[in-house]
């Protein structure tokens, strides 16, 4: 495959102008059904638009009804979008009871903007435009209002409380419903419920927001998770290092992080005055492990991996689940080589990617992540060293024959990067890997080796993380197999069940083989009816749950039930009824098929 062409701008822009035409529609309801009710701004956002208003009385989600039915009772009425260019005396005469209008009409008049007025139907509005030519172009089952929210004036806590109108739109009614649907299942996905349901991490105010506490379950996973990107890498020549959690100041003002990121840093002062950092990244660590010798071409290129958390002060209201935390796991690599083996590197890190991430079925394309030329100052080096990184990862995705598409602005302050983007079950796309070229850190620090000739030649330097950070890895995979990790990464992969406290005896010997083949197993008491402990099991997401009773006791069998999942996924093994099996037989393909990744 090519280079892909990202959604057509006029595309992109005609949605925008519908959403924000739909934006003025609302706001037309609710000044018919709530007389002097105060307009703000209402913009066109990702899934549809919003208005914000100051009402005189509360209202609640039960009247977003009645709004939306005016909206379409008011919608036949309107048709082309009247643009007026208004003085600053005009548009005050036009909105002198609403402050909040004045105050954007002052604000827009100091800058020198031209004031504009549009008109659709009765309805008048200051806007700096972006509608649909014709309000008949809206289909009027396209939208939807959807909830509030509070919002203060200006984004400020400083002024009023507002209330935020949220609405959906569409082009079409089947694309609302679309989304609504898809909504409402990543909803039933949401990887914050399914992490507490399944016992994976836990957040507690005592330790504070985004730091996630894992459980013995978690820990497992994440373990299994960095021993799988850890074995393809040894395979591909990586040694591991280990690194401290803070560093002095110094480091990150030689590497260029601290002018970029110092407020996004957790600072600690020693008792004799010196200014230490909770590390926000590993790079320039690495880096100190590699200046610690003069190194020979012969011995690169050298390949370093570390997976160890990282520390960022992000905002309170920016932090998700395991989305967005404090506290980051990255399962971080840095490669230092020669500029022609650099290709080779990358190439390397593309399997490693394809194979992890093939392995949960995500598809994948690549985001040739790029600086923009019209704010230079937000990077590192000059402009002919980014010509020639940017250059040099062109020529791989194009070797590659992959889908791929440019980001211009998406690189790092100190190079461009090879960005994958994964698809997951509910069509959703996110950033997972990233491969960054770098030949301005390496500079900085004063990184070389002694080429065939006997003098210093400098390196470059590959970052490579493959699952990022494990946390949002697991937020987002989580969601894409709705809780239900497969066979070999669930952290309990079988539950036996006897029937009754009778067969307690021969479940500790299914126990015992399950165990011995290295599988993990439990076996609870039988305290509860056979039917509610299957039902908890299936709530825990336990690929396979053994029933053993009289006739299984007897016959040396097991009465195994795999995992129930959703209908949008395929059984772990392909069937989703119970079947009876040789205890023998089962061992030996779960044991098979654990070890295999399958």
Not at 478 to 493: R, S, T
């Amino acid at each position: 495959m090519s280079k892909q062409s990202e959604p057509n701008a006029p595309d992109i822009e005609y949605l925008s102008g519908y959403r924000h035409s739909l934006a003025h529609l609302l706001a037309a309801a609710v000044l018919e059904i709530y007389p002097g009710t105060k307009r703000t701004i209402g913009p066109a956002i990702d899934n549809g638009f919003y208005y914000d208003f100051e009402f005189s009385k509360p209202i609640s989600d039960s009247d977003l009804a009645a709004i939306e039915n005016k909206m379409r009772e008011i919608l036949p009425a309107w048709s082309v979008f009247l643009r007026q260019e208004a003085t600053a005396a005009e548009a005050r005469a036009a909105f002198a009871d609403n402050p909040y209008k004045l105050e954007l009409i002052d604000e827009f008049s100091e800058d020198g903007q031209t004031l504009t007025l549009y008109t659709s139907g009765s309805y008048l509005d200051l806007c700096r435009g972006g509608h649909v030519e014709n309000a008949r172009q809206i289909a009027p089952d396209s939208f939807k209002l959807d909830r509030l929210a509070g919002a203060y004036w200006r984004g400020s806590e400083k002024n009023k409380m507002l209330t935020r109108i949220y609405g959906l739109a569409f082009l079409t009614k089947a694309e609302l419903d679309a989304y609504l649907a898809q909504r409402e299942e990543a909803e039933k996905r949401d990887h914050k419920k399914l992490g507490q349901q399944l016992d994976l991490f836990v957040f507690s105010d005592m330790v504070g927001a985004g730091l996630p506490l894992w459980t013995p379950r978690g820990t497992l996973v994440r373990n299994l998770l960095d021993d799988f990107v850890w074995e393809l890498r040894r395979a591909r020549g990586y040694e591991r290092v280990e690194i401290p959690h803070i560093t002095k100041k110094e480091l990150y003002e030689k590497s260029g992080h601290w002018d970029k990121f110092k407020d996004e840093l957790f600072r600690i002062k020693t008792r004799e005055g010196h200014e230490f950092a909770m590390k926000p990244m590993n790079c320039p660590h690495h880096c100190q492990i590699y200046a610690r010798r003069q190194w020979s071409y012969r011995d690169l290129p050298q390949r370093y991996a570390n997976t160890t958390m990282v520390y960022r002060d992000e905002q309170t209201g920016e932090l998700s689940g395991l989305a967005r935390v404090r506290s980051i796991t990255q399962d971080d690599a840095h490669v230092f080589c020669r500029l022609p083996q650099a290709k080779e590197e990358f190439l390397k890190i593309w399997d490693i990617v394809q194979e992890l991430y093939g392995a949960f079925g995500f598809k994948l394309r690549v985001r040739l992540s790029l600086h923009d030329p019209a704010h230079p100052e937000k990077y590192l080096g000059n402009a002919e060293k980014w010509e020639f990184a940017e250059g040099m990862l062109r020529e791989i995705v194009i070797a590659k024959n992959t889908d791929w598409f440019e980001g211009v602005g998406e690189a790092a302050f100190y190079g461009p990067k090879l960005d994958f983007m994964g698809k997951d079950a509910l069509d959703r796309e996110h950033q997972v890997a990233t491969i960054q070229l770098d030949v301005n850190m390496p500079e900085r620090f004063g990184l070389a080796c002694t080429n065939e000739t006997g003098q210093p030649e400098g390196i470059v330097m590959i970052h490579a993380a493959i699952m990022g950070a494990i946390e949002r890895f697991l937020a987002i995979l989580i969601e894409h197999v709705a809780g239900a990790l497969p066979l070999w990464l669930a952290p309990e992969q079988v539950r036996i069940l006897p029937v009754s406290d009778k067969f307690m005896e021969y479940g500790g010997r299914v126990f015992l083989a399950l165990k011995e083949a290295g599988l993990r197993a439990e076996l609870p008491e039988a305290s509860e009816t056979l039917g509610k402990r299957i039902r908890e099991a299936e709530m825990m997401k336990i690929p396979y749950v053994l029933v053993v009773g009289e006739k299984e006791s007897a016959a040396g069998t097991v009465t195994v039930r795999p995992l129930r999942r959703s209908s949008s996924e395929a059984s772990e093994h392909g069937a989703s009824e119970q079947k009876t099996m040789e205890l023998k037989e089962l061992v030996i393909q779960l044991s098979t098929r654990s070890k295999s990744r399958k």
